[in-house]
């Protein structure tokens, strides 16, 4: 077999391997069960194929060593790509058996447990391949790193749980809108320019600057997290007999609004820090 990398870790590529089968029998099992066109269903259906097709790419990339030649950082790659799939696993593997699965469909139970077990072994890669105290890394292997990671991934639940046709209706919820977007497109941008080793060719002081937009982004998620359930709860009780409706979507967009704040609140302390601590 060719070696790998001299960079890459051993556990990983294994692990991802382990991922493989998994990931394609979720993607038969669901889609034996015919086509849903709801967001919630494409969300899953969209993490188990981008997962499987992405976990196959770096493994033989991997194998040939054909990764020490693509241009872009492949350490913050692989990081990014784990703590991704890690997150969008655990949100399929909660999302699918909540709206798509009784105790009548075996079918979908087997696939929820398949789901759930990608989602293991990928929490164990990012364990793996975590930056460790005192070890030089990537940027996307350190805490704040992988707080960009879950900043953009936190934004794509906001995003598949909001409807239209509500939020049109309120400039209020059309700002709290605009704030997801804003800041999900600089996260994403964040993370693209590390990977394509794009940030130190930026001729500005880079840790200034994202603490600069970090406080920016607490302060935006503060008027959300007021503003969106205002807007959503006020006069609007849940509906009688509601089971799955847009008043849950709209639960699921106010706590992921919460989550979000906090995430950019101990991003920016470790901005902060970063800025202002020197080291010891």
């Given at each position: 077999l060719p070696s790998l990398s001299p960079h890459s870790n051993l556990s990983a590529p294994f692990?991802?391997?382990?991922?493989?089968?998994?990931?394609?029998?979720?993607?038969?099992?669901?889609?034996?069960?015919?086509?849903?066109?709801?967001?919630?269903w494409a969300w899953c259906m969209f993490t188990w194929s981008f997962c499987c097709f992405i976990t196959l790419l770096i493994i033989l990339l991997e194998l040939t060593s054909l990764n020490a030649k693509v241009p872009i950082s492949w350490d913050d790659f692989t990081t990014a790509f784990?703590?991704?799939?890690?997150?969008?696993?655990?949100?399929?593997?909660?999302i699918y058996p909540t709206f798509y699965v009784n105790y009548r469909y075996s079918v979908r139970i087997a696939a929820t447990v398949m789901s759930f077990v990608c989602f293991g072994l990928y929490s164990a890669e990012?364990?793996?391949?975590?930056?460790?105290?005192?070890?030089?890394?990537?940027?996307?292997s350190t805490v704040p790193g992988l707080l960009k990671v879950l900043e953009a991934f936190v934004a794509c639940i906001i995003?598949?749980?909001?409807?239209?046709?509500?939020?049109?209706w309120f400039p209020g919820l059309q700002w709290c809108v605009a704030v997801y977007s804003i800041c999900f497109i600089i996260a994403l941008l964040i993370i693209i320019?590390?990977?394509?080793?794009?940030?130190?060719?930026?001729p500005i002081p880079l840790d200034k600057c994202l603490m600069g937009y970090?406080?920016?982004?607490?302060?935006?998620?503060?008027?959300?997290?007021v503003i969106w359930?205002?807007?959503?709860?006020?006069?609007?009780p849940r509906p009688a007999g509601c089971f799955v409706c847009y008043w849950d979507s709209l639960?699921?967009?106010?706590?992921?609004?919460?989550?979000?704040?906090?995430?950019?609140?101990v991003d920016t302390v470790y901005s902060v820090r970063l800025v202002f601590v020197s080291p010891a």
């Open positions: 692990t991802s391997s382990c991922a493989s089968p998994p990931f394609l029998s979720d993607f038969s099992l669901v889609a034996s069960e015919g086509h849903d066109s709801t967001s919630f784990a703590m991704l799939s890690t997150l969008m696993l655990l949100a399929a593997s909660v990012v364990g793996l391949t975590r930056a460790k105290p005192g070890e030089i890394s990537g940027f996307l995003f598949i749980s909001l409807n239209s046709v509500f939020y049109n320019l590390t990977i394509g080793r794009l940030l130190p060719r930026i970090n406080i920016l982004a607490v302060l935006m998620y503060l008027t959300a997290v359930p205002i807007y959503s709860f006020q006069n609007n639960v699921v967009v106010s706590c992921m609004t919460g989550i979000n704040l906090i995430v950019y609140i």
